[in-house]
């Protein structure tokens, strides 16, 4: 489809991929497995008796519907299903959540544009400088897109709260104000004359919200030492990629020996909820942690983990580490540094990322993800 990049070098290894494509991907293969995919349905409530979840409520247009089942995993991003049912939960960490970003896409800007980042936070400056509002960040993240080759941007951060609907409205409302602004700038770059918005973001998107307690945080000092657990489901490898302020420059912070770190099953497992499991940005971790176990490609295999957690429990009404390691092998997963196809060589990064290594601005810089 020609939809996915080369792996290229950043921070760690990544490819660039065209959203479209990716779209249907995941909808044929959730088709092909037999996944019974329920789009336009949120989940409303659920219920606990003791120490398990035993139901939720989803709502659609059609109205309430009741859902009962052994095992729970809540991939919202936001908490929602273990909040509702009762589960020990956290907001961000010490006191303190990441930015979130609202992403850009732009047309009609030429293929011989500068796309340099220091042409585009050069613009980004003389812009503020000549009145132009509201402009926060002066660096970001921008690329162009496989296939269509748009222009994607992430320059417009934002502190709110993932967690209430006034809120994150109020950050779309003035992220879409600040994407006209930085329309502006950009267009005084040769080759960006004629640039237009051709969309934003659907939502503003939220890196760091709620956290649910899980039986074991991972830290900052795990993935510096490149932590080995028995217990290991999942290997994380992206580096701690910690967003502050509006404005100020993203931290980084690297994985021992440019490796990988284990994540283990305890992670995903909440602490006093012993039927319900998470996956992707809610596995447990320190605020730096927390920056490197969200991205995709991790996300990818923490929620395939805790889908076989779920299962496993659901049979077997237990949690052996055992045995859900046993199957993912059987269904191919990567859980230990000796079973990488490339073993011998350091794997740096399995995380997709949407940019192109001649647009990398340099270390320090503001690139993000
Ligand atoms: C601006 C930005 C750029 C990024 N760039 C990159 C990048 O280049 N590469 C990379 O690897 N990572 C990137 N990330 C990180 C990555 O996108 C996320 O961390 C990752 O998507 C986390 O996946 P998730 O499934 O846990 O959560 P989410 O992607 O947030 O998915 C949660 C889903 O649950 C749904 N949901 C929530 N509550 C309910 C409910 N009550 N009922 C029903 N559904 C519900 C939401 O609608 C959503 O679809 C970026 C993040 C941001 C914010």
């Given at each position: 489809?020609?939809?996915?990049?080369?792996?290229?070098?950043?921070?760690?290894?990544?490819?660039?991929?065209?959203?479209?494509?990716?779209?249907?991907?995941?909808?044929?293969?959730?088709?092909?497995?037999?996944?019974?995919?329920?789009?336009?349905?949120m989940?409303?409530?659920?219920?606990?008796?003791?120490?398990?979840?035993?139901?939720?409520?989803?709502?659609?247009?059609?109205?309430?519907?009741?859902?009962?089942?052994?095992?729970?995993?809540?991939?919202?991003?936001e908490?929602?299903?273990?909040?509702?049912?009762?589960?020990?939960?956290?907001?961000?960490?010490?006191?303190?959540?990441?930015?979130?970003?609202?992403?850009?896409?732009?047309?009609?800007?030429?293929?011989?544009?500068?796309?340099?980042?220091?042409?585009?936070?050069?613009?980004?400056?003389?812009?503020?400088?000549?009145?132009?509002?509201?402009?926060?960040?002066?660096?970001?993240?921008?690329?162009?897109?496989?296939?269509?080759?748009?222009?994607?941007?992430?320059?417009?951060?934002?502190?709110y709260d993932g967690r209430d609907a006034e809120s994150l409205t109020a950050a779309g409302i003035?992220?879409?104000?600040?994407?006209?602004?930085?329309?502006?700038?950009?267009?005084?770059?040769?080759?960006?004359?004629?640039?237009?918005?051709?969309?934003?973001?659907?939502e503003i998107?939220?890196?760091?919200s709620?956290?649910?307690?899980?039986?074991?945080?991972?830290?900052?000092?795990?993935?510096?030492?490149?932590?080995?657990?028995?217990?290991?489901?999942?290997?994380?490898?992206?580096?701690?990629?910690?967003?502050?302020?509006?404005?100020?420059?993203?931290?980084?912070?690297?994985?021992?020996?440019?490796?990988?770190?284990?994540?283990?099953?305890?992670?995903?497992?909440?602490?006093?909820?012993?039927?319900?499991?998470?996956?992707?940005?809610?596995?447990?971790?320190?605020?730096?942690?927390?920056?490197?176990?969200?991205?995709?490609?991790?996300?990818?295999?923490?929620?395939?983990?805790?889908?076989?957690?779920?299962?496993?429990?659901?049979?077997?009404?237990?949690?052996?580490?055992?045995?859900?390691?046993?199957?993912?092998?059987?269904?191919?997963?990567?859980?230990?540094?000796?079973?990488?196809?490339?073993?011998?060589?350091?794997?740096?990064?399995?995380?997709?990322?949407?940019?192109?290594?001649?647009?990398?601005?340099?270390?320090?810089?503001?690139?993000?993800?």
């Amino acid at each position: 489809m020609g939809a996915v990049s080369e792996p290229i070098q950043f921070h760690g290894v990544a490819v660039l991929i065209e959203p479209e494509s990716v779209k249907y991907v995941l909808d044929q293969l959730c088709k092909h497995a037999g996944v019974q995919v329920c789009l336009h349905t949120m989940l409303v409530s659920a219920t606990r008796n003791g120490n398990h979840i035993t139901s939720v409520t989803l709502h659609d247009d059609g109205g309430n519907h009741e859902v009962r089942a052994k095992a729970f995993v809540d991939a919202s991003g936001e908490g929602d299903l273990a909040f509702f049912g009762g589960a020990s939960v956290r907001y961000g960490n010490h006191g303190t959540v990441q930015t979130g970003t609202l992403s850009m896409r732009l047309g009609g800007i030429t293929a011989d544009a500068d796309l340099s980042p220091t042409r585009w936070t050069a613009a980004i400056q003389q812009a503020k400088q000549r009145g132009v509002k509201p402009l926060v960040s002066e660096s970001g993240l921008f690329f162009r897109v496989p296939i269509t080759n748009d222009v994607a941007t992430y320059f417009i951060d934002q502190k709110y709260d993932g967690r209430d609907a006034e809120s994150l409205t109020a950050a779309g409302i003035h992220g879409r104000e600040q994407a006209r602004a930085y329309l502006k700038a950009i267009r005084t770059i040769p080759g960006c004359e004629h640039a237009y918005i051709l969309a934003t973001g659907p939502e503003i998107g939220t890196r760091e919200s709620r956290h649910v307690n899980a039986r074991y945080q991972v830290t900052t000092q795990d993935i510096e030492n490149g932590a080995r657990f028995d217990d290991v489901v999942c290997l994380g490898a992206w580096p701690m990629e910690y967003h502050t302020e509006p404005g100020q420059p993203t931290v980084w912070r690297m994985v021992h020996e440019n490796s990988t770190y284990d994540i283990p099953l305890r992670t995903l497992c909440s602490k006093d909820t012993p039927n319900l499991f998470v996956g992707g940005r809610l596995t447990d971790g320190d605020s730096y942690a927390g920056g490197s176990l969200r991205v995709m490609g991790t996300s990818f295999g923490t929620g395939h983990a805790a889908g076989v957690a779920a299962a496993v429990y659901a049979q077997s009404q237990g949690s052996e580490y055992i045995f859900v390691q046993k199957e993912l092998v059987r269904q191919n997963a990567h859980i230990k540094l000796d079973q990488q196809p490339n073993a011998g060589e350091k794997l740096r990064c399995g995380v997709f990322i949407w940019m192109r290594l001649s647009q990398f601005p340099q270390d320090g810089g503001e690139n993000q993800c």
